[in-house]
């Protein structure tokens, strides 16, 4: 039953004459505002204000109590929090009690030019007489309101309680609210003030406690433990523990007691989707989309191909015809003359052009191409020019050179490495011969050893890494900012690097300066620059593909074997991403449940030095006057517990274990429950209203500014009638 | 404004008919004014309780003093009941895995379970 508002506006204002109170009780969570003699207050709501700002129009606006929160979402509410117009339980900041009154008598229907009727408004026990004076002032000055009485709710609530036979006219009220708890004893109906005693502990503090332990326990869930969701776990599942210790023991011991005593709140979770594998269809598709794309690709290159034969086929008939035509040419000038008209300084040139697209052609067509062997025989007709001597070549024939020189070591070199190939292979090839005739042989020593090698090797280079980074890979690429983080050590060549600079850092000024004379001296910065650090990272050296080499070979034959899970490398690798379950959505209440509301009995729990409810009961006795006999056992046989956080399950037993236990043997005690903690109060209140005798407990405007601050001190409600 | 705000009225109307001064009048908009609220703690100094007779009840004298009993040591994380005190962090403890938990804590962790209990280190 978390809370409940009620805020529609009351429509029979006009019915009520001038005379007709309307009573307010104005407590640290909600405000309740009706008419005297009513059951039940017109209008409830939070004793909240919020000034959030409208989006779009951007003007800020006062919204009082609860309202549905899915219509703050045309507010920003995050400059402005709800805020209260009490510290502890003393109101304070009269502006905010100002929107509320507003509020209260705006939906109690009040449509005429003030509020023409004497108020009855509760208030706090020994409320300093600044905030009383002020509440007055405001109800005086702002309301028009003719006259004002003062009251305390947890009076009222114990008279109310009286009148319904639960309690006697002597007796203690234990009245635990929102930021305060008190007990305050009665005698022959009056409360005794004197007597009375408070500690700063109420639900506020049980909420904000259960609200900071559960975001300390569920950090990721922060923004699901807002403080009215927590508000209705607090109701709906803390109780009061018979013996906190025992409790707790139960939960310490994993008893199947504290199991059942689990509660646990699932928030809303939707499994993320499982992936589930392609379907055939979806394979098929894809696989003949490709095969579109690929035909399509291969249509391109055939056409290209295509063109290009066509291109060099005519080329070659345009060559043949020249050749043709060259043939009929006898004269040597003229041959020149007319290969020049042509673009051609020879008639070699022509030919090695005819044969040039001749081959092309050929390749083109995808004919095979002439043999190496008929390359070679060519070389020496390709490279005419290498054996003859630079100086009997003109300029164009010298740039001629260099490039069938060129050409011609290229190509030596591209066949040499190939023979390499070929040669390495063959001997990786017998290498791996002899290895399987080995393992073909013994195939368990074989896998052994090869265990061992991989493990050595691995070692090996786990440690040469490890030198050689000095465990500042965790630094970024090989200290980009010069910068060694703490701890690190300093490789061989990094170190001296450091001695380079910081000597030549210190060594200015002392001395005489001979630095430079000698050339070797400019060796310096080439040590000191750091460039000199990775020169052998390049390269990848033989450990490295031999470890690459052994592993692939052990996959391959050894089910068990894993890469990298001895050598501790698996330790770098990012934790392995686990899918969120329901578990994770679950906010559990085990021990929270009890050890909440338990700082009213302790408030040292929170850091409040004062006495819990049960030792309160024992410090009002103690204050109460000591000449009447048998006065304390008279308390405490009527025992009232009220206000909102005496709701919590198990509070009377505990109550009464603990007044036991500060009572002398064989005293009378009786605890019980008001009829309606929260609600009584206000109906106290209204009784009392609608008295006859009331008038005479008010005070009027004139009475207040006559009467002035010390006999509005002085004033006191008078709870016999 | 939203028809659905205003609907519900969910604002307060700056204009009440009932006031014989309007908020408005009372705090006019755009005025800089400091604040005009006296906190619980400088209500309390302002009565001067200190020069009433001493079996007046007042705010203050009721208050309940502090426990009789000494204090119940519970373990910050768990709630258990903690025999044991981590003088690094000064949190308190119920058992050996609650002490490798709270060793692992980041240290804002600790501060806020510290300040659970008003025991946490104030930077002032």
Redesign the interface.
């Known amino acids: 039953m978390p809370f409940i508002s009620k805020i529609e506006r009351q429509s029979d204002y006009g019915s009520f004459n001038s005379s007709h109170p309307i009573v307010i009780d104005n407590g640290a969570s909600y405000f309740r505002i009706g008419w005297a003699g009513e059951n039940e207050p017109r209008v409830i709501f939070r004793n909240i204000v919020q000034r959030p700002r409208h989006k779009t129009t951007g003007e800020t606006v006062t919204v009082v109590g609860d309202h549905n929160p899915v219509l703050l979402k045309y507010f920003d509410c995050t400059r402005s929090g709800p805020r209260s117009a009490f510290e502890s339980n003393v109101v304070y900041q009269f502006e905010i009690m100002e929107y509320i009154l507003d509020f209260g008598f705006d939906r109690l229907g009040a449509d005429q030019s003030q509020i023409d009727h004497p108020i009855l408004i509760t208030e706090c026990a020994c409320n300093p007489v600044q905030s009383r004076g002020k509440m007055a002032e405001l109800l005086f000055e702002s309301y028009g309101v003719p006259s004002v009485a003062f009251g305390v709710d947890a009076a009222f609530s114990y008279k109310y309680n009286q009148q319904l036979g639960i309690c006697s006219d002597t007796g203690l009220a234990i009245t635990s609210g929102f930021t305060t708890s008190h007990v305050i004893p009665f005698i022959n109906g009056e409360p005794v003030y004197e007597a009375c005693c408070r500690t700063n502990v109420g639900g506020y503090h049980v909420t904000d406690y259960l609200k900071q332990l559960l975001s300390l326990k569920y950090p990721h869930h922060i923004s699901k433990l807002t403080w009215e969701r927590v508000e209705e776990l607090k109701m709906e599942h803390c109780y009061i523990a018979a013996d906190y210790a025992s409790e707790v023991q139960l939960f310490q011991r994993g008893d199947k007691e504290a199991e059942d005593k689990t509660r646990c709140w699932q928030l809303p979770w939707t499994p993320s989707p499982v992936e589930e594998p392609p379907s055939e269809e979806e394979i098929a598709r894809k696989a003949a989309l490709k095969e579109k794309q690929s035909q399509r690709l291969r249509e391109m290159a055939e056409a290209k191909r295509s063109s290009k034969i066509n291109e060099l086929e005519n080329e070659l008939k345009g060559l043949e015809f020249l050749l043709e035509e060259l043939k009929d040419i006898e004269e040597d000038d003229e041959i020149v003359s007319f290969l020049a008209s042509r673009g051609y300084a020879s008639k070699r040139e022509a030919e090695s052009a005819f044969a040039k697209v001749t081959q092309s052609l050929r390749k083109a067509k995808g004919e095979q191409v002439p043999s190496e062997e008929k390359v070679d025989i060519s070389a020496a007709e390709k490279y005419y020019l290498i054996d003859i001597p630079d100086d009997e070549l003109s300029a164009e024939q010298l740039k001629e050179k260099r490039r069938q020189v060129f050409l011609k070591s290229t190509t030596e070199a591209r066949q040499r490495a190939k023979q390499r190939r070929l040669d390495e292979e063959l001997e990786k090839e017998k290498e791996k011969k002899l290895e399987e005739q080995k393992r073909m042989e013994n195939p368990e020593r074989y896998l052994e050893q090869l265990r061992a090698k991989y493990k050595e090797l691995s070692e090996k280079l786990e440690q040469r890494k490890r030198l050689k980074t000095n465990g500042n890979n965790a630094n970024g690429n090989n200290n980009v900012s010069g910068g060694v983080g703490r701890g690190e050590r300093l490789n061989a060549a990094q170190r001296e690097r450091m001695r380079l600079l910081t000597t030549a850092a210190f060594d200015r000024g002392k001395g005489e300066d001979t630095f430079g004379q000698r050339d070797e001296d400019w060796q310096l910065y080439k040590l000191m620059s750091r460039d000199n650090d990775d020169d052998d990272d390049d390269k990848p050296d033989h450990d490295e593909t031999e470890l690459a080499r052994i592993s692939s070979r052990l996959r391959e034959i050894d089910p068990t074997f894993f890469p990298g899970s001895e050598s501790g490398a698996s330790a770098s690798e990012a934790p392995r991403f686990r899918p969120l379950t329901k578990e994770d959505f679950q906010i559990i209440l085990g021990v929270e449940r009890f050890r909440c509301p338990e700082v009213l009995f302790n408030p040292n729990f929170i850091g409040i030095d004062q006495s819990g409810l049960d030792e309160m009961v024992g410090v009002s006795l103690r204050r109460l006057p000591s000449w009447v006999q048998g006065l304390e056992d008279k308390m405490t046989s009527s025992i009232l517990v009220t206000g909102g956080s005496c709701l919590y399950p198990g509070m009377g037993e505990r109550l009464e274990a603990g007044i036991q236990m500060i009572r002398p043997c064989g005293t009378p005690i009786k605890v019980v429950r008001a009829t309606d903690p929260i609600m009584d109060s206000w109906r106290g209140a209204s009784v009392y209203a609608a008295a006859m005798q009331f008038p005479q407990q008010t005070f009027s405007r004139t009475d207040y500014y006559e009467k002035g601050e010390d006999w509005l001190r002085s004033y006191k409600f008078r709870y016999t009638i | 404004?939203?028809r659905?705000?205003l609907e519900?009225?969910?604002?307060?109307?700056?204009h009440?008919?009932?006031?014989?001064?309007q908020?408005y009048d009372?705090?006019p908009k755009g005025q800089a004014r400091g604040r005009?609220?006296?906190?619980?703690k400088q209500?309390?100094q302002?009565?001067n309780y200190e020069n009433y007779p001493p079996?007046?009840?007042?705010?203050v004298n009721?208050?309940?003093?502090?426990?009789?009993?000494p204090?119940?040591k519970?373990c910050d994380i768990?709630?258990?009941?903690a025999p044991y005190f981590d003088p690094r962090t000064k949190l308190r403890y119920?058992n050996t895995e609650v002490f490798k938990t709270i060793r692992s804590l980041p240290n804002d962790?600790v501060q806020?379970?510290l300040a659970?209990?008003?025991?946490a280190v104030v930077l002032r």
């Open positions: 404004m939203e659905e705000v519900a009225e969910l604002v307060l109307p700056t009440m008919k009932f006031k014989k001064i908020m009372k705090y005009h609220w006296k906190h619980l209500i309390i302002a009565e079996h007046l009840p007042t705010y009721i208050e309940t003093p502090p426990s009789m009993h204090g119940k519970i768990t709630g258990f009941e119920a962790y806020r379970y659970l209990r008003n025991a």
